[in-house]
């Protein structure tokens, strides 16, 4: 079957596609150059001479749908639902627009939790009332992975698509899960992290997982959320949340209705194919996920540019357990991912520090 991947970085889903003997046409903002070689790989600055934007994703991933059997869209186009209606419903292996929409509204996440042990920060939308006093976050709905987040200033109100979030403090986590529009399975749950200066990441900004990560309690409270979530929006496939865990009680940050970056992990720890999965729920199936219990932990890291570089030849970086690697000779501005970098250990948090260890060694030894 031939496949459209359209996402911000598309790699990692192309790669468990390529697995099952996809036929792949990847179109992204990256191109990387450990996308599978048998795959038609598009970047959109680089290979078709367009911006990296949404929009121009969208529009540059309606000329190649009539080429393929199946779209799935990735990472990004979530922030837009507008931009979602790049294919007939048909040909789409994923959330439709309704579903998304219904996932990113934070007034209708609220309710269809309220009876779950998931707590929801107080949030405040444009035209509503300020808060007197407390620690606020200023998001743009818009952005993904972090980015358009900023402390707020006390004044501003929020202007249309952005949102004010009471700050909750505790440890940042997310889960992975497969559905079928009716219920769910929890593939696992991540430590996650953002804004790390070990990895050159801006503030607030997304920059990896460690995993499995979570005592039991925990997990019985995120099954329910996730069932929940599934039942109260008719979500398909592999999809994600992201939560902070406030001395055991986790608070949603948001739902990813589409496959998040913390799967190959657990591609990884369950020897699952997660391109798989993500089909079998959009049709309607529920597939079994084998236990965590004894099979290790694995890390991911997004090693960020602390500055303007220009990478040397990457062809080994592979196999030194990097990913999302950038082509030889390409170069990375002030801010940017670099690559991701991957370890394996016994907990998670062991594994954790070997990709930050992994890190420091990069930065000095290839000059990043």
Not at 77 to 101: F, H, M, Q, Y
Not at 151 to 179: K, Y
């Given at each position: 079957m031939k496949i459209l991947l359209v996402g911000i970085s598309t790699r990692a889903l192309a790669q468990s596609a390529a697995r099952l003997g996809h036929q792949i046409i990847s179109l992204d903002f990256f191109g990387?150059?450990?996308?599978?070689?048998?795959?038609?790989?598009?970047?959109?600055?680089?290979?078709?001479?367009?911006?990296?934007?949404?929009?121009?994703?969208?529009?540059?991933?309606?000329?190649?749908?009539?080429?393929?059997?199946?779209?799935?869209?990735?990472?990004?186009?979530?922030?837009?639902?507008?931009?979602?209606?790049?294919?007939?419903?048909?040909?789409?292996?994923?959330?439709?627009?309704?579903?998304?929409?219904?996932?990113?509204?934070?007034?209708?996440?609220?309710?269809?939790?309220?009876?779950?042990?998931?707590?929801?920060?107080?949030?405040?939308?444009?035209?509503?009332?300020?808060?007197?006093?407390?620690?606020?976050?200023?998001?743009?709905?818009?952005?993904?992975?972090?980015?358009?987040?900023?402390?707020?200033?006390?004044?501003?109100?929020?202007?249309?698509?952005?949102?004010?979030?009471?700050?909750?403090?505790?440890?940042?986590?997310?889960?992975?899960?497969?559905?079928?529009?009716?219920?769910?399975?929890?593939?696992?749950?991540?430590?996650?992290?953002?804004?790390?200066?070990?990895?050159?990441?801006?503030?607030?900004?997304?920059?990896?997982?460690?995993?499995?990560?979570?005592?039991?309690?925990?997990?019985?409270?995120?099954?329910?959320?996730?069932?929940?979530?599934?039942?109260?929006?008719?979500?398909?496939?592999l999809n994600g949340i992201d939560f902070i865990v406030q001395e055991g009680v986790p608070h949603l940050l948001e739902v990813n209705p589409r496959p998040p970056a913390s799967f190959e992990l657990f591609e990884r720890i369950l020897g699952v194919n997660a391109f798989h999965l993500h089909t079998e729920g959009c049709e309607g199936r529920l597939p079994e996920i084998p236990a965590l219990t004894g099979r290790g932990a694995w890390a991911k890291g997004i090693l960020y540019a602390i500055q303007d570089v220009t990478v040397g030849d990457t062809r080994g970086w592979a196999a030194e357990g990097a990913a999302d690697i950038p082509h030889p000779g390409e170069f990375i501005p002030a801010g940017s991912p670099i690559c991701t970098l991957l370890a394996e250990g016994r907990q998670a948090a062991d594994a954790w520090q070997k990709v930050l260890l992994k890190a420091d060694e990069w930065r000095q030894e290839k000059g990043l």
């Open positions: 990387d150059a450990d996308q599978p070689v048998e795959a038609e790989v598009h970047a959109l600055m680089r290979d078709l001479g367009e911006p990296p934007e949404l929009t121009s994703l969208a529009e540059a991933a309606r000329r190649f749908v009539p080429l393929v059997d199946r779209v799935v869209v990735e990472a990004g186009l979530e922030n837009e639902p507008n931009l979602l209606n790049i294919c007939p419903d048909e040909k789409c292996w994923g959330n439709s627009r309704e579903t998304v929409a219904a996932a990113r509204n934070p007034v209708r996440l609220g309710r269809i939790l309220s009876t779950t042990g998931m707590h929801i920060p107080e949030t405040i939308l444009p035209g509503e009332r300020l808060p007197l006093e407390g620690h606020y976050l200023l998001k743009d709905m818009n952005h993904s992975g972090g980015r358009g987040i900023s402390e707020w200033d006390g004044t501003s109100p929020p202007m249309e698509r952005q949102v004010l979030q009471h700050f909750v403090d505790g440890d940042l986590a997310s889960a992975c899960f497969v559905a079928n529009g009716k219920g769910a399975r929890l593939l696992g749950i991540t430590r996650q992290y953002a804004g790390e200066s070990s990895l050159g990441a801006p503030p607030f900004a997304w920059c990896g997982n460690a995993a499995p990560w979570g005592d039991l309690e925990l997990q019985r409270v995120v099954v329910q959320a996730i069932e929940t979530l599934v039942e109260g929006c008719g979500l398909c496939g």
